[in-house]
């Protein structure tokens, strides 16, 4: 999940580089389309049927992942990346929403309070400023809510499934949704198809880490180690955009970490524990 959350932060800085030269739906279609291209000769060689198991959750994640993702780069198109992150990483709160109303998971009040903690730290790391109502705002909101349910069916696929075919799904949905979206597509030159390619490449490493992740923590666990990528990113903007190394920062960055040591220690703490599943009465 560490793993994961820094390849993410790494695509965000060249992500917001190609927003200055791409609209967000081809930035889109090359990351799914070559995603895809090179997931289908891999899954071929290693006999992993393209049907996958439960479908249905796979094409509702794949469609989820996609929509979460364009309104994660049209935020980046209106606001400060600082800013598209820390909106984006309320996630985890849909994360333990969602998880409790479709799966009755059960959430402890400590994890709940752990959740709260690595929240507060985020915005206290990235101080988001609402002095006039940019469209940006509400497209971030509204990726991390999609996000938190794609997280969640990725924590449900994850149960039957390989990092590798839900990944598949993620890149077949996001092609089929994109390209008709594309209106005018806009050739890169050499260096902006590097940036392209490479950033298609990292965030295809981080989610397939994310996906794998998955297998070893629930849900909301998982989400909030995730949000280590805020520290990732503002360590990245710092070494290239010269963004600021402030008290703030580090207060923020300390109270995220803490917060996933906490939940981390919960979950060991139940998965030692005897735990009746719902309905076993």
Not at 183 to 210: D, G, K, T, W, Y
Request: glycine letters at 8%; a positive charge; one cysteine or more.
């Amino acid at each position: 999940m560490l793993l994961s959350a820094f390849g993410y932060s790494l695509f965000d800085v060249l992500a917001k580089f190609l927003t200055v030269h791409f609209p967000a739906t081809e930035i889109a279609l090359v990351r799914f389309v070559l995603g895809g291209l090179i997931l289908w000769p891999i899954l071929s060689s290693r006999g992993i049927p393209l049907r996958g198991n439960q479908t249905w959750i796979l094409i509702l994640r794949g469609l989820c992942g996609t929509l979460s993702f364009f309104c994660l780069l049209k935020s980046l198109t209106l606001i400060p990346l600082s800013t598209t992150m820390v909106l984006f990483y309320t996630f985890p709160v849909f994360v333990v929403l969602f998880s409790t109303l479709l799966f009755r998971t059960r959430i402890e009040m400590g994890e709940v309070l752990l959740i709260g903690l690595g929240l507060l730290g985020a915005y206290i790391l990235i101080d988001p400023h609402f002095h006039s109502l940019n469209p940006g705002y509400l497209f971030a909101l509204l990726a991390s809510a999609i996000g938190g349910m794609a997280t969640v069916m990725v924590h449900k696929a994850r149960e039957r499934n390989g990092p590798l075919i839900i990944y598949f799904y993620f890149c077949l949905m996001g092609t089929l949704l994109s390209l008709p979206c594309i209106q005018e597509f806009r050739v890169p030159n050499a260096n902006q198809a590097i940036v392209l390619i490479l950033a298609s490449i990292v965030v295809m490493v981080a989610q397939i880490l994310m996906n794998q992740g998955f297998r070893y923590c629930r849900a909301a666990e998982g989400s909030l180690i995730l949000m280590s990528e805020i520290i990732f990113a503002a360590i990245g903007g710092f070494l290239v955009f010269k963004d600021p190394m402030t008290p703030r920062f580090l207060l923020g960055a300390l109270l995220i970490i803490g917060s996933g040591l906490g939940l981390n220690l919960i979950n060991r703490r139940s998965r030692h524990a005897p735990v009746s599943e719902p309905g076993d009465s």
